[in-house]
């Protein structure tokens, strides 16, 4: 269902690039359901479980790999 809701938005432009955060395992999965024109859009990773995690953790793993 994530997979087909990104692939949606993305065929809307509603995005145009990609940053997934997961727990490695579901990163996977996730990463093999999505087609190639949504993976193409990708321009990071954060394969850990940030569930819980506080807002410094999360502001952390996600700025390595966003440019905000």
């Known amino acids: 269902l994530l997979a087909e809701r990104l692939r949606t938005a993305r065929a809307g432009d509603r995005f145009d690039r990609l940053v997934l955060a997961a727990e490695p395992a579901f990163l996977g999965r996730l990463r093999a359901a999505l087609d190639e024109p949504t993976r193409k ?28």
Do not use: S
Not at 50 to 63: C, F, K, N, S, V
């Open 41 to 68: 859009r990708i321009t990071g990773e954060v394969p850990k479980h940030l569930l819980g995690a506080g807002d410094r953790d999360i502001e952390e793993h996600l700025g390595k790999v966003m440019n905000v």
